[in-house]
Structures are given as structure tokens and as C-alpha cells.
């Protein structure tokens, strides 16, 4: 958890020069999603009673981002509809959502750091055998580039790196498609995978 913390700061510091990468606003759900053989999404587990708030940052409960993360993964994934059942269990290791600040010079970002875990329901047992830790940003848009502290409410902070996490979820799956989920390239041809949502509107998840 400590270690899950540090990351999160030490990012933190860079996140302003990390997603000056970002580019064109769009919703990727808009995109086909990339083909996950045999994935069907079950069961969704958020567990976020020890998340750290790194500040400074506005405060969320775990309710709030258990129904963000939930919310965000279920609309994504609803999308697979392959002939085996996965399980996500996700912990929400800590966070810091940006408060208004001085713009550019001092404007804080939004982050997450999360460990995910999939369970194939089928074979009763865990498919990756240490947690994915992953640190999302909400990325760059004329509405971060002064803080995002200062153009958005916490619940639309909350609900742009949800969906950023989703996101990032579906690409780690796709990296172990074949090993997971039986998927056979010859067989299909893969999409061009979709932007991240660092990009998106707030109403645009909506």
C-alpha cells in the first residue's frame, strides 16, 4: 500500500508532462472494442475501504468509487459478449483529485492507482498471478490544461478516471488474449484500438 502511494506521487510530479501526449476528444466506446475471444464480463468486485488520499486532493468515500469503477468497467465490458465468464476484482490502492489551484503554474492533476485481478469462472482460479497495478491520469483537455480543480466537480473528476481505468483494464487484457481468453489472430482482425478517455467530456460518460 505504501509502495502504491509513493507511485502515485512520485507521478504525480510528472503527470503535467505525461499527458501533454494526449490528443483528440472522443468517446472510445464510440470504437468497435478489440476482439477478447472467448470474454464475457461476470461479477465486478471494487474494493476501496483502504484507499489513500494523497494530498492535496478532495476527499471520495469507497461507495463513490466503487460505483465509479463499477459503472465505468461494466459499460465497457458489457460490450464482449464471448462464451466464458471473467470476474474483476479491483482494489483502489489510493487517489488524489485535483483542487483548484493557480492555473498552469501550479494546477494539481487527478490521479488513481489501482491493482486489478481477473478470475476465469469456469476454472474457479485467478489468471494473473501477481495484481496489474496501474496509475491512471484524467489526461489532457481544455478543461485540465488550467486543473481540472477548477472546470470540474469531483464526481465528474472520479467518473473521467474510472473510465480511464476501464480503459486501461481492456488494454491489459488484449496484451494476454491469447494466453486468456483463446483468441486466435488468424482467425480475426484485430481494430484499431481506441484513444484513452483522458479526452472525454464529463458528459459524455453520462
Not at 484513452?196 to 460518460?205: D, I, K, N
Request: aromatic share 8%; charged share 20%.
Amino acid at each position: 500500500m505504501f509502495r502504491a502511494v509513493s507511485v502515485l506521487r512520485a507521478t504525480l510530479l510528472i503527470g503535467a508532462l505525461a499527458v501533454l501526449a494526449a490528443c483528440a476528444a472522443k468517446d472510445p466506446l464510440d470504437s468497435a472494442p478489440e476482439p477478447l475471444g472467448d470474454f464475457r464480463l461476470g461479477y465486478t468486485i471494487v474494493v476501496a475501504d483502504n484507499a489513500k488520499l494523497v494530498p492535496p486532493s478532495r476527499s471520495a468515500t469507497a461507495e463513490e468509487w466503487q460505483a465509479a469503477l463499477k459503472q465505468a468497467l461494466e459499460r465497457r465490458f458489457s460490450r464482449y459478449e464471448g462464451d466464458r465468464l471473467y470476474h474483476f476484482g479491483i482494489n483502489v490502492d489510493g487517489y488524489a483529485l485535483a483542487v483548484p489551484g493557480v492555473p498552469v503554474v501550479a494546477a494539481p492533476k487527478s490521479a488513481l492507482v489501482l491493482s486489478a485481478n481477473l478470475w476465469d469462472d469456469a476454472a474457479k482460479k485467478k489468471l494473473n498471478a501477481e495484481a496489474e497495478q496501474l496509475t491512471i491520469f484524467e489526461g489532457m483537455s481544455g478543461e485540465t490544461v488550467v486543473g481540472s480543480g477548477l472546470t470540474r466537480t469531483k464526481e465528474q473528476q472520479m467518473q473521467v478516471l474510472a473510465a480511464n481505468a476501464a480503459w486501461r483494464i481492456e488494454r491489459w487484457l488484449v496484451e494476454n488474449r491469447e494466453a486468456w481468453f483463446g483468441y486466435d489472430p488468424a482467425a480475426e482482425v484485430p481494430t484499431e484500438a481506441a484513444a484513452p478517455v483522458g479526452e472525454v467530456t464529463a458528459t459524455a460518460l453520462d
